[in-house]
């Protein structure tokens, strides 16, 4: 009468006590273990799960973290793809994000037992990379930098633009409505597609604050052209007493030979700009921040300003962002400087490991993309391994998510935004889903 497994569903309690279950409480909390613990006892009820294995499956069914992200492995071929977190961190940073999560000295000066300079390390590290700044200063991200320069060198005065660059960056994010905010004036200038050097001298006038360059980051306008660059524009506001402000995106410290039309930190500097904005997440490859360089004066400004308070970024960023600069090749350039032949190796490895173990998988050439991080027209050659299509959804579904892209009706696996390293454990999730 009583063998029905149905009436021997294990007790809460006993179940938390279970040395396994009591560590995992331990570590994750209890909440967690014990939403698991009611889950396989509902599983036991209804007669799916037998009473004796109600333990193990609520050890398995447990979070690897209390946190609420989980780690996807990114095949789409997208390097900077912002639905997945923009760029992956170094283990370099890593590592130095886990040092400076407790507490630190991120205001301490240790050698005198006063307090420091907050961030130090971080911003030595910018002036180090770009030898063309005064100074520096860490927020948010580029949106935070934006409109601190707005609010603090431009509210209830202009601020000159070209229409050319008043740009959608994604999700809604409007520059132009982001600089409205602040209580800067815009002064737009130009037409669409052209602006010349007179647009903007012809817009200066005594309540001009500050000129801003925005980089259009995801779009290129083509045919009857024509921009004012920082070089053109600089000469022409120097002596003028009006900054000129160039946001350019996507971070990059130095050109690259891949990304002629990137500008870089260094170069916008050294050109004539009196400030640069810059996220920190993007082809720098390190963590979400906005990086303000340039002169001394203008970037005082901006710290002192009460604003800068509430868009500072945290310890962990700061050690990120420090260990991006100091450290080994973050991994967004690393996939960007990948050889192509490196690429067709991996994906022959990978398509022969998966084809043996019985998948109908094949390497093939592909188109790998920078994405949310610029260059919206450059297509990186690359190489993947072909699924048939109804493996995507079940990939992305896995205990270790992997996101790949469809492609002439097949999942394509593109190996340019998975580091080498990644390959086994990317090999292992394939084989698990196939089960
Ligand atoms: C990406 C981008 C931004 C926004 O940067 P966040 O760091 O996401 O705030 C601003 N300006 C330009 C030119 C960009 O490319």
Known sequence: MTADPRRQVPRTDTLLAEPRLAAAAARLGRELVKDAVQTVQQRVRSGELPPADAAGAALAALPGTAGGLRPVLNATGVLVHTNLGRAPLSAAAVEAVAAASGTTDVELDLATGRRGPRGEGALGALLAAVPAAEAAL????????????????????????????????????????????????????????????????????????????????????????????????APALAGTGVPLVADVGSGLLRPHPLLPDEPDLQSTLAAGADLVLASGDKLLGGPQAGLVLGRTELVQRLRRHPLYRALRVDKTTLAALEATLRGPQPPVQRMLDTAPADLRRRAGALAARLAAAGLDAVAVGSTARIGGGGAPELELPSAAVSLPAGYAEPLRRAARPVVGHLAGGRTVLDLRSVLPEQDAELGDAVLAVRA
Do not use: M, W
């Open 138 to 233: 860490v927020v948010n991200n580029c949106a935070a930098a934006l409109a601190l320069v707005a609010t603090a060198l431009a509210q209830g005065r202009e601020l000159v633009v070209s229409r050319g660059e008043l740009v959608e960056i994604g999700d809604g994010f409007r520059i132009p409505e982001l600089l409205a905010a602040t209580g800067a004036r815009l002064r737009e200038v130009g037409t669409t597609n052209r602006v010349s050097l007179a647009d903007y001298t012809g817009a200066l006038g005594p309540d001009t604050a500050v000129v801003l360059k925005v980089h259009p980051s995801n779009f290129v306008v083509r045919g009857f052209t024509r921009a004012a660059d920082v070089a053109e524009l």
